[in-house]
């Protein structure tokens, strides 16, 4: 992470992370988890979707390893960690409900994300930064004009 200058003369937070990788936006989840850990190292029933928490992660068993793995979430709303001047911009864009999306579109359950974040009534868009953002499907509806 470090500080660029915007066209306005604001300093701006910039992120290694990219969008369209196949990896994570591990600096925000790295905040996410040191603020939010799992603290229970008990391991879920392996039948059924993973446990709600209050962590940023959950414990997801993997038939293939036939192991349990730590996964960290999809999304975040704490959008707050873009940065003072992109979360304006994000937010004047999108208003309050807007998660950033913190897998990139090449990992490997990017997929499931959009699909979960399908379930719930949200659709995903990429915005400001280059990132993408989830949205309940009026905004992105009123935004796009898509049905």
Same mark, same amino acid.
């Given at each position: !992470?470090?500080?660029?200058?915007?066209?306005?003369?604001?300093?701006?937070?910039?992120? &290694?992370?990219?969008?369209?990788?196949?990896?994570?936006? =591990?600096?925000?989840?790295?905040?996410?988890? #040191? #603020?939010?850990?799992?603290? &229970?190292?008990?391991?879920?029933?392996?039948?059924?979707?993973?446990?709600?928490?209050?962590?940023?992660?959950?414990?997801?068993?993997?038939?293939?390893?036939?192991?349990?793995?730590?996964?960290?979430?999809?999304?975040?709303?704490?959008?707050?960690?873009?940065?003072?001047? *992109?979360?304006?911009?994000?937010?004047? *864009?999108?208003? &309050?409900?807007? $998660?950033?999306? *913190?897998?990139?579109?090449?990992?490997?359950?990017?997929?499931?994300?959009?699909?979960?974040?399908? &379930?719930?009534? $949200?659709?995903?868009?990429?915005?400001?930064?280059?990132?993408?953002?989830? !949205?309940?499907?009026?905004?992105?509806?009123?935004?796009?004009?898509? =049905?």
């Amino acid at each position: !992470m470090s500080l660029q200058e915007a066209p306005s003369g604001q300093a701006t937070v910039a992120f &290694d992370f990219d969008p369209e990788s196949d990896s994570y936006f =591990s600096e925000i989840g790295n905040k996410l988890n #040191a #603020a939010n850990p799992l603290r &229970d190292d008990t391991k879920p029933p392996r039948v059924g979707p993973p446990q709600a928490t209050n962590a940023n992660q959950a414990w997801v068993y993997h038939e293939d390893e036939q192991d349990y793995f730590k996964h960290s979430g999809t999304v975040t709303e704490k959008i707050e960690l873009l940065g003072p001047q *992109l979360e304006s911009e994000v937010r004047a *864009l999108y208003g &309050d409900d807007v $998660y950033l999306v *913190l897998k990139g579109r090449g990992h490997e359950t990017y997929g499931l994300g959009v699909q979960g974040e399908k &379930d719930r009534g $949200y659709e995903i868009e990429q915005g400001p930064g280059g990132y993408y953002y989830s !949205m309940p499907y009026e905004t992105w509806h009123a935004l796009y004009g898509v =049905s």
